[in-house]
C-alpha cells in the first residue's frame, strides 16, 4: 500500500518560512521523481518544484529563488523549504511520486500566508 504523508504546513505571516515534509512508504523512493504542487481555492492545481530521482530540481517561475526542494532517499522523504513566503502562495500543498508507469499523491497540507 503507497503512502504520501505531507507535513509542515500551517499559518504564517508574509515573509515567514515553513518546511513541508513528504514521508513516502509503499514505493522504491529512489526510483521516482518527487514533486510539490499546490492548489488554491477556485484554481487549477500547479507544479511548484520537482526533483528527478537524478536528483535534478526544476521550480515553477513564481517560487524560483524562494522554494527549495530536497531529497533524502534513505529516509524516503522529500522537502519544500518555503522562503519569504507571500500571500499568493497559499494553498494546499500536495506531495506526488511519479515514475514512468505510477503516480501517486498524499492528502494534502494546507499553508496559509496572511498577517
Known amino acids: 500500500q503507497v503512502q504520501l504523508v505531507e507535513s509542515g504546513g500551517g499559518l504564517v505571516q508574509p515573509g515567514g518560512s515553513l518546511r513541508l515534509s513528504c514521508a513516502a512508504s509503499g514505493i522504491t523512493f529512489r526510483l521516482y521523481a518527487m514533486n510539490w504542487y499546490r492548489q488554491a481555492p477556485g484554481k487549477q492545481r500547479d507544479l511548484v518544484a520537482g526533483?528527478?530521482?537524478?536528483?535534478?530540481?526544476n521550480y515553477a517561475n513564481s517560487v524560483k529563488g524562494r522554494f527549495t526542494i530536497s531529497r533524502d532517499n534513505a529516509k524516503n522523504t522529500v522537502y519544500l523549504q518555503m522562503n519569504t513566503l507571500k500571500p499568493e502562495d497559499t494553498a494546499v500543498y500536495y506531495c506526488?511520486?511519479?515514475?514512468?508507469?505510477?503516480?501517486?499523491w498524499g492528502q494534502g497540507t494546507q499553508v496559509t500566508v496572511s498577517s
Open positions: 506526488n511520486a511519479q515514475s514512468y508507469l505510477n503516480g501517486y
Open positions: 526533483v528527478t530521482s537524478a536528483g535534478n530540481s
